[in-house]
């Protein structure tokens, strides 16, 4: 076959895909636009402003993270204040079961004994009888 | 600046591609091996590549944000992508038609060719950076 009765299939191959993958990123560059604004609403910092300079937005951009930065240091010093307070109820919980436990142990030992003499006694008194 | 390479080839097609676009006469290679409509169909190609070129340089010259600056970026780049397309069609019909002889007007169409590729795969890797640092300040 002669290259000249290829060339136009070959033509509408090329330019078929050519013009398909154009629209194709056509229609990505639009939705990528569209995600890249949704998430720079979203941004803490506006880094656009800091990479087209300009020393006021990029100071104003810097203290927005510097904000949000301090709000979560308290937030996460909160949390250590609260995981500790818990920690120490805790503590203290153990502290008083261990007392509890320590004078029910000495009762323990008192009724025992109890227990013991009331047995001999018991046993001298079958003795006798 | 603007690549002003890149402007001229752009402006060129744009002011080539509405005549054949039109159904006004062209390059004889191209006439004597396709059909009328496939003529006017490689015509549109250039005419809205060199624009879509013209666009992304133009206007992604003047954007303010870099979300615009990547958005004209990658309209260049599908204009670039029409163009290289339409190119190669230039280059084969002389390549058909004028065989060694034409080696000279079929190399710088090549090279045309391969520099509009080459520019959009250049812009892709761009964008994969881009999108990268972006994730990475994210994760951050």
Known sequence: MPWSEVVVPVTLVLMGGGMLTAFAQLISARSQLQKARQDDERLPAEVQSVWLGGAEKAVAALQVALDRAEKQITRLESALDKEREVSMIKDQRIVDLEHQLFQMRTQLNRLQTQADKLGTEINELKEEG | ?140
Do not use: H
């Open chain 2, 1 to 140: 600046m603007p690549d002003t390479f890149e402007m001229l080839i752009a402006a060129l097609c744009l002011i080539s591609g509405i005549p054949i676009a039109l159904g006004f006469p062209t390059v004889n290679s191209v006439t004597s091996l396709l059909p009328v409509w496939l003529i006017r169909c490689w015509g549109a190609d250039l005419a809205l590549a060199g624009l879509l070129i013209l666009i992304g340089l133009i206007a992604g010259r003047a954007a303010k944000t870099v979300n615009r600056r990547m958005f004209m970026i990658q309209i260049e780049q599908a204009g670039l992508t029409m163009l290289g397309t339409g190119s190669a069609v230039l280059m084969m019909s002389i390549m058909t038609i004028g065989g060694w002889r034409a080696a000279l007007p079929v190399g710088t169409y090549l090279a045309l060719t391969l520099s509009c590729y080459f520019r959009t795969i250049e812009i892709s890797d761009v964008k994969r950076g881009i999108e990268r640092s972006r994730r990475r300040d994210a994760v951050e």
